[in-house]
């Protein structure tokens, strides 16, 4: 191990990773990120690969200052991030556009990556609680237990029982219309955790061994 060098005296409250970048949230608000930056993944501003700590570029604040980070989710090639204060509920994204990883809607696809967060308006229906991030799909947990995916849908990963791509976040209903819990997002399968305190039950979907649901 080496030791990373973030800011003056920053204590970090929290490390993410994606395939090849990095996020640590420091106490002050500062996100910083580094890594392979070639689709504007690591929220810097440009594409060019981060070789050190920077902040993200985040967006203003309504009443002022930046928005904060809540939860934080880093894919392959794009991140997520839920809001906090000001901003609490609120779903960003940024990095690679391509296959509907942002859910920011067909006519974005003409821009193939976004290189700083970017509000999700689609999911301003909702308030988001956590978010996760795999290979080429996203998924948002909100506050009252709904599951909202988007993305690339090859091998039935985002659990609408098509095997399209969505370019905008779409509620994925459970069986028994089960609370969900947690979410979880891997390379080509995703995981929930739902019900209650009392008794929980796990799902999975899409493709490969890791799905666990083999006799």
């Known amino acids: 191990p080496k030791h990373i060098p973030i800011g003056d005296n920053e204590y970090i409250v929290r490390v993410v990773c994606g395939a090849d970048h990095s996020m640590a949230l420091a106490l002050s608000g500062v996100l910083w990120a580094w890594g392979l930056n070639s689709d504007g993944q690591c929220g810097v ?97 909100d506050v009252h237990g709904n599951l909202w995916m988007w993305g690339q849908g090859s091998y039935g990963r985002l659990g609408t029982g098509e095997l399209t791509d969505l370019p905008t976040p779409r509620y994925i209903s459970m069986p028994e219309e089960s609370r969900v819990l947690q979410v979880a997002l891997g390379s080509f399968h995703s995981v929930v955790l739902c019900g209650t305190a009392r008794r929980q039950q796990l799902f999975s979907w899409g493709y490969g061994d890791a799905l666990g649901n083999r006799p």
């Not at 991030?81 to 296959?99: D, I, P, T």
């Open 45 to 141: 501003g440009t594409s060019a690969d981060v070789l050190s700590p920077t902040p993200v570029k985040m967006p203003a604040a309504a009443r002022g200052g930046q928005v904060l980070v809540g939860h934080l989710a880093l894919g392959a090639k794009h991140s997520i991030m839920v809001g906090a204060g000001q901003a609490a509920g609120k779903v960003y994204v940024w990095g690679c556009n391509e296959l509907g990883r942002l859910g920011l809607g067909s006519s974005r696809e003409e821009k193939p990556f976004e290189t700083h967060p970017v509000l999700l308006e689609s999911l301003m229906v909702t308030k988001a609680s956590t978010a996760s991030a795999g290979e080429a799909h996203s998924g948002v947990l």
